[in-house]
């Protein structure tokens, strides 16, 4: 595995107060440079906590993060030059216009007037807000404004980007373009780390996934390997009369080629199995006999990765 | 990594945030003038123009007795420096108190700035220089103010330079880290009660438009507002610009100030760093 840049060990964040809440739960976490590194799962599964430790805004209860060698509890201020962030919530700077909000966080890191003015007009151009740098950030869109906090974050040459739910609240035009913003970076050499809760977007854009629930990491693994991990390419639900003959049926649907899994779901039996032809068509038939009155075929999905593993859905 | 490299970081990321708040400043230049010279302007006007010409208006003022008694000079000469330290003061708690509650509120537009090469006090302690800059530049607008309104001319007189410059600029800090103690602690939603609250209050208890040496006749009121920051503004401009005035020790002036900065900014930054960080 190349280089790690970001090093997460024995993470820990309980949050004070009456009822003390253990957001983050003995995180370890290593994301190779030069990925895009996703953190999937639930509302409350401790992903916000997680990154803001991770970009000096909270304080850990246990453990360590570094970034780049940078411990970022004990040099904060440093570890910052490697950190870019664009948090939940819009955090632009509404007095100063879009030029200004780049040019200016130019200058927080140390670049002189011409180079944060070159730097804001290549951002500008490469983010297609060239004809709005005028604007003020009250005057975007939700997807220009989104935009324009990727721009600011990456201005002073970060070497980890992180994104908390990007693409929470954009249209799905504006996400895909977000999505192609994001890829884009890799050709920069910038590292991403994202959290989502949509397994449409952890699967399309990371390289590597960790599937993150009330503040402990259930698995880590490349988004093709997650979804090998159910054991099977395709997956029949099979909706049967009655319950008698399923223990029954599910024995005759192992025997079958090509089936890899057999379980019980509600109401049925779920087959799991290697796509071949003729396959559907065998344990149609083989079912047929039982009782079936419904069948209906998907392939793995992160979701279904997600519900092996808690029992629950992603997203309730 | 070197120390000469983290301050040339640390100052370039302070200087960059002075540039941007210089910006924002400079677009609202007419808006900030007038919130500047108004309430020094109508105090001027009432009480040293429009009342000396109403019939038995010297009566209405209690203190312009006073003020005669003192050296004379009029009422003008007693409202001078406490009408700078009350603009200096307003330009703590508009420059930063005001514009921290909306930068805590839900859009927590203070981030990118939070997020930059700098400890977090040092980003806190940008917010009271640059407040400070604005207090100064409020103060000195009642000086021509002082000059034209009044009908009776002022009877202003630098003793000491030194003493002038280090209490306008220990009183405009005091004010800056006020503003940040504030804007901390109060949340977003009830920034506005802090007028009623706190700045009328100890606007009135601040020696602004009276000596504290007249409050000697009322004396758990002048021990009382001793506890009142303004007052040392009040009375150390008084010292520097109306020494025949009587005023407090200058030494105590300059010690209490110096006490308030300490105490203030170190409270304001606790403050700012428990709202930044979680
Ligand atoms: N500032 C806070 N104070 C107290 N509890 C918090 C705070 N922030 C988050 N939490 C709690 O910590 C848990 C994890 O939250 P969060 O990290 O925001 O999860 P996610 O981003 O995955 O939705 C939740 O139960 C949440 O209520
Ligand atoms: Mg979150």
Redesign the interface.
Known sequence: MSETIVAITGLRKV?GGKNPVTAVDGIDLRVPAGTIYGLLGPNGAGKTTTI?IA?????PTAGSVRIAGVDVVAQ???A??S?G?V?Q????????TVA??IY??C????MNKGEAEGRTARLLEQFRLSDRAKAYPQALSGGLAQRLQIA?AIAHKPKVLFLDEPSAGLDPQSRIAMWDAVQALRGEGITVVLTTHYMEEADELCDRLAIIDHGKILIEDTPAALKASVGGDKIYDLRMRDADAREKLEERLRAVEGVTGVEAIPGGIRVLARAQDGLLARVVMTANECGLQDVTTTEPSLETVFIRMTGRELRE | MKSEQRWGIYSRAFLGLMRRDLRVLSRELVPFLVRVAMNPLLFLFVFTYVMPHMSGGAKMSPVAGMAAAGGGGGFGTVLLPGLMAVAIMFSGIAAVALPLAQEFGITREIDDRVMCPLPIAAVAMEKIVFSAIQSVIAAALVFPLAYYVPSTPVLAHVSSWWLLIAVLVLASLVAGALGLTIGTSVQPKQIGLIFGVVVVPITFLGCVYYPWAALGHIRWLQWGVLVNPIVYMSEGLRAALTPSMGHMPEALILAMLVFFLVLLTWVGMKGFARRVLS
Do not use: K, M, W
């Open positions: 949050y803001s970009t000096t805004r909270a304080i904060p201020a440093l910052r030059q950190i962030v948090p919530y819009n955090t632009l700077d509404r007095s100063c200004e909000n200016f966080h200058r927080y890191f140390g600011r």
